[in-house]
């Protein structure tokens, strides 16, 4: 039962346009949303996080937008650059028993073509 | 700079012949975690430690073992690794209080033969 989902497995965007990549959940008691970045040989770094409370949350080129009644989350990325090229993660948490566990997408491949 | 390590990056071990492996932190979380991901799928957390409080997840296989002598340093033993166990095993450390951003590893592929 996988309760974090990533459909697209890759994508492929030219430099200078939007990336959007897209996760949906289940469980309904998951109340914190991250995106980690990851590069070859490297674990995973987190890049951006929305709590249940917004419907958006912005960092520099980086947007995450939430809507929960469709439990959908999205990432942006404006413009997208070539160094952005990696493998990128959804994860969610919930609070009480569940705080600090994370439920991990299966992740999206960006390709940033120059 | 402070940093969350993995050792080693790359393991290859006979099927049955224990392994661990190891991660230390310069962080000072109290927070550790030991995760399996397997080649594209989803990191699959095995268990945690509160400072010294042990939670393993309820679907991990008892093969599977953790030590945690200090704040600094945890390991994973794997007792008897089957050729399924062969995955990338990636450690992260969160300060409790913060709200779930976790640190990682580069992580350690173990190969089973």
């Known amino acids: 039962d996988q309760q974090v989902k990533q459909n697209s497995p890759s994508l492929s965007v030219q430099e200078g346009r939007i990336s959007i990549l897209n996760c949906d959940y289940t469980?309904?008691?998951?109340?914190?949303f991250l995106w980690y970045k990851k590069y070859p040989a490297e674990g995973p770094t987190f890049l951006i996080s929305i709590s249940s409370i917004k419907d958006k949350n912005e960092d520099g080129r980086f947007t995450v937008f939430l809507n929960k009644s469709a439990k959908h989350l999205s990432l942006h990325i404006v413009p997208s650059q070539p160094g952005d090229s990696a493998v990128y993660f959804c994860?969610?948490?919930?609070?009480?028993?569940?705080?600090?566990?994370?439920?991990f997408g299966q992740g999206t491949i960006l390709t940033v073509h120059p | 700079d402070a940093m969350v390590i993995q050792n080693p990056r790359y393991q290859v071990t006979q099927f049955g012949k224990p392994v661990t492996l190891s991660c230390s932190q310069t962080l000072n979380h109290n927070v550790m975690y030991w995760y399996q991901q397997k080649s594209s799928q989803a990191p699959k957390l095995l268990f945690h430690y509160y400072d010294k409080d042990f939670n393993n997840e309820a679907d991990t296989p008892d093969n599977f073992q953790s030590r945690r002598p200090n704040t600094s340093f945890c390991f994973l033993d794997i007792r008897s690794p089957g050729l399924g166990d062969a995955a990338m095993y990636l450690c992260?450390?969160?300060?409790?209080?913060?709200?779930?951003?976790?640190?990682f590893g580069p992580g350690t592929r173990l190969t089973v033969l």
């Open positions: 994860a969610a948490s919930g609070s009480g028993t569940s705080y600090g566990k994370l439920t």
């Open positions: 992260a450390t969160m300060s409790r209080g913060s709200y779930n951003e976790q640190f």
């Open positions: 469980n309904s008691m998951f109340d914190y």
